[in-house]
């Protein structure tokens, strides 16, 4: 059987991935719990079909680590939060804007991936950059590193902060100012980097080195959001929460590469 099954993904990956995330976009349409607007429910179809051509099934199982993770710390004291009307709109239902907003950088570095593995426009890549496809793979799981650190340092700050400070000031703010820092939520965004690295780990795509990037890059872009979030952003009507998540996940995967690539500079 398992036979078969690999045989079948070896032959036709587009096949596999139309019929497997087809099946999971009906049962997601009728569960009574909405993780996704109908629109981003097409969107997120998408995607998990670019990422499994791609990257195939360990890509696969980083972003719907990233994706099921990320919606349950949104719950996180959803109540508290609506009440105090800090809450992500549509009760955490995420649309087309905010899986884009998540993961297009991810996309972008699966499908660098997938056009130098085919050799189409690329012949001979080792030419130009030593180790291409490694260095996207680190890209790709930095950028759900950084997305899924955000996402819970945020929430969880939001839920159970105690003291929240602006992070260009330190004084302290209300919970869900943007740019504000917290204790708890750092922490718990720092686990969240470390838990989906070594997802990235598990399945192969990035080695234990690699993890140490991951998360390290995440921090790194996670800080920078929020100086954004504390400067620019009230400032740009064109600088929206997604735009933000984009240049937040290109910070972190653009970190982690240069993070490797110095490691390795230094050490030959």
Known sequence: ??????????????????????????VAWIAPKKLLTPAGLFHAWFLAILIWVTLG????????????????????????????????????????ENVWGSALTGALCAL???????????????????????????AYVASFSTKLADTTASEVGKAYGKSTFLITTL???????????????????????????????????IDLLGVAWCVLAAFIATNVESVIGATLQSKYTWLTNEVVNILNTLIGAIASVLLAWTWITFIN
């Open 1 to 26: 059987m398992s036979s078969s099954i690999s045989s079948i993904y070896s032959v036709n990956p587009w096949l596999v991935a139309v019929v497997l995330n087809t099946i999971l976009l009906g």
């Open 171 to 205: 004084q302290p703010v209300p919970r869900g100012t943007e740019g504000a820092v917290s204790l708890e939520g750092t922490l718990a965004g720092i686990v969240a980097s470390v838990a989906i690295a070594l997802v990235g780990w598990g399945v192969g795509l």
């Open 112 to 138: 660098g991936v997938g056009i130098i593995n085919s050799g189409f426009l690329v012949p001979n890549p080792q030419l130009l950059i030593p180790n291409p496809q490694s260095l996207l793979l680190l």
């Open 57 to 96: 099934w360990q890509g696969y199982a980083v972003v719907m680590f990233y994706f099921l993770v990320g919606s349950g710390v949104t719950r996180i004291g959803m109540a508290q939060k609506e009440a105090e009307g800090i809450a992500e709109k549509r009760s955490g239902a995420r649309g087309p």
